[in-house]
């Protein structure tokens, strides 16, 4: 039992023997020595006191206590969790709370050393990078008047991934890091095969900066134009067509680089009057400017599901009410948190972003009985995501009259007749969700459950047999659980395949080896219809996709609308499904 508060006995908090293991090993508190001296319970306190202390900041009357109540009770529910560096850090002397932020790369020697020490203090701290390798000069090109010295962004790409692998984050983890350069720097196609080698560049991944120009020109089979940043002048073209068949064939070998279409992230620019935005995020989840930070949150939505009579329904009272809270824990993470940079900590206080977003959508839809490669799996995370940016606005909009709206509010999109007063430039994200999916003991983010059976590569190489504890109740309730049942998908034998499973069960229990990859895309494209910022996404593509199929799927993907689109064509990275071979 978790000791709770020493005034007051706490319920216990549910968590899975993995949440706890995770807990343990990373974010309690240890002592000299390595062992552990914090309870889960403890920790979450540690996190609710320091910010419900932010309340003073705004109200030297404020309820310290019941904030504290409130923030303690979503969080110990597990109902939302912040990101790991606030879970981390908080409470402890220069605490570092968020998990993203975006670095521009300056064209010159001073420019791309420093990005690499902001680099090392961004990650030490927790954070993931996004970087913009768009305004560097091209290899060749002239450095203090003589030509053919300068590297090139490709050049430095290994430098900038050394530096953020040689630091651990808190000791603990490295930094997710993602380079862009735009489809018209002269390097592209260098850059286009920089992960070619498989151990170049871990822990980097790389997107190619499509403008709308790009589409187009791709649309007609045409030409477009490659443009030296430095000078600002036409270098060459190159056939739309052909650069794009390269992208394709790489991540169809790779799964680097993605694509991050550039245009429509600044057309959702809340704050063009700061300049546009050049890079998204660590894992793609959030726009940002150069130097801004983010801090994310994320709702359970297996928590989100009750009964109504002989139905599971969505439960809106708690999720608008989970929503507000988490708006105001966000917005507190922004006034406590030690900012690793100066020049972070003042773009990020002029547009006050967070990024709340969601967890467990998969747990919410077999709850549901909804099958995630379906239309009505579609209109639910259209729904669910459309109620939780308004509630997440609303709960901003009733901040912004207490603590006032965001400094770059004028001259922001949200500075127009009809707009809304808010006190984040923008408030919804919806990220990864790698770890702390973990801890609530949902399924990472919005992504479809990945095996019914499976081996969880824990920590370190430990591994741990996990059967879908959704699937294995139901099989109890449904009176069809057995060990032969249990053997079949141990050994690989599809649920699809075995008698005396439901017909419904097999079609809710859809894996994602099972899933179209069209479905992921209509699922990400859903979610971002109803997101402020971008959604983190990965759309797995069965091994025998060809190359014109992965290219359609990325022009799908263009088509419904997402922000940025990543493929894999193969298993998960995190996860080692026991039946990775039987793909589709
Ligand atoms: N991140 C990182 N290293 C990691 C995982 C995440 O730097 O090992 C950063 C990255 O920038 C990502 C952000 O944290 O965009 C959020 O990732 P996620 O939601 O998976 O983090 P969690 O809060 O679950 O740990």
Not at 449 to 469: K, Q, S
């Amino acid at each position: 039992l978790d000791a709770g508060s020493k005034a007051a006995p706490q319920p216990e908090i549910e968590l899975t023997a993995n949440a706890r293991r995770v807990l343990e090993k990373r974010y309690l508190r240890k002592d000299a020595a390595g062992r552990v001296i914090e309870t889960p319970a403890e920790m979450f306190r540690r996190v609710a006191g320091t910010l419900a202390a932010a309340e003073r900041q705004y109200d030297a009357r404020a309820d310290v206590a019941a904030k504290e109540a409130e923030f303690y009770g979503v969080m110990s529910r597990l109902e939302f969790l912040p990101n790991s560096p606030t879970l981390l850090n908080a409470g402890k002397k220069n605490g570092q709370l968020a998990a993203c932020f975006a670095l521009p790369v300056e064209d010159s020697v001073e420019g791309i050393f420093d990005a690499m020490k902001y680099t090392a203090l961004i990650h030490k701290s927790g954070g993931g990078t996004g970087y913009s390798l768009s305004r560097l000069r091209p290899a060749g090109d002239m450095v203090d008047g003589v030509s053919g010295i300068a590297g090139g962004p490709v050049s430095f790409l290994s430098a900038l991934s050394a530096a953020s692998d040689v630091i651990r984050q808190g000791g603990v983890r490295r930094g997710c890091s993602i380079g862009l350069l735009s489809v018209h720097h002269p390097d592209i196609l260098k850059f286009i095969v920089a992960k070619d080698d498989p151990l170049a560049l871990t822990n980097f991944c790389i997107s190619v900066a499509v403008t709308d120009d790009f589409m187009d020109a791709l649309e007609s089979g045409s030409d477009y134009d490659l443009i030296n940043p430095r000078t600002g002048k036409l270098t060459g073209r190159l056939n739309a067509v052909e650069v794009f068949k390269k992208i394709v064939a790489q991540s169809w070998k790779t799964g680097d680089p993605g694509l991050v279409f550039i245009d429509r992230v600044n057309r959702g620019n809340p704050t063009p009057n700061l300049g546009p935005v050049e890079t998204v995020t660590g894992c793609a989840e959030q726009a940002l400017l150069p130097y801004e930070s983010c801090n994310l949150g994320s709702v359970n939505l297996a928590k989100m599901v009750k009964q109504a009579g002989e139905k599971m329904v969505v439960d809106y009272d708690k999720l608008a009410a989970a929503v507000k809270t988490g708006v105001n824990l966000l917005d507190n993470v922004i006034d406590v948190n030690c900012y690793p940079l100066l020049q972070v900590e003042e773009v990020t206080k002029q547009t006050r972003k967070i990024g709340l977003g969601v967890m467990g959508f998969a747990d919410m839809l077999v709850l549901l009985g909804v099958p995630y490669d379906s239309f009505e799996a579609v209109k639910i995370a259209e729904y669910v995501m459309g109620f939780v940016t308004e509630k997440a606005r609303d709960a901003s909009e009733e901040l912004a009259e207490k603590r006032g709206v965001f400094p770059a509010f004028k001259g922001s999109v949200h500075d127009a007749p009809g707009g809304r007063r808010q006190r984040h430039a923008s408030c919804t994200t919806v990220a990864p969700t790698g770890t702390i999916s973990l801890i609530a003991g949902c399924n990472v983010g919005i992504e479809p459950f990945y095996a019914t059976v499976f081996v969880r590569n824990v920590l370190d190489g430990e591994n741990l047999l996990e059967i879908n504890p959704y699937f294995e109740s139901a099989a109890r309730r449904e009176g069809f659980y057995s060990g032969e049942l249990l053997q079949k998908l141990v050994s690989c034998i599809d649920l699809t395949q075995i008698d005396g499973v439901p017909e419904r069960i097999k079609r809710v229990y859809v894996t994602s080896n099972r899933i179209k990859p069209e479905w992921h895309v209509r699922i990400q494209a859903a979610f971002q219809r109803h997101t402020d910022g971008a959604v983190s996404k990965m759309t797995n593509v069965p091994n025998l996709t060809t190359p014109q199929q992965q290219a359609d799927i990325f022009l799908f993907g263009y088509r419904e609308g997402v922000k940025g689109i990543t493929l894999y064509r193969d298993s998960s990275r995190e996860l080692e499904s026991l039946c990775a071979d039987e793909k589709a």
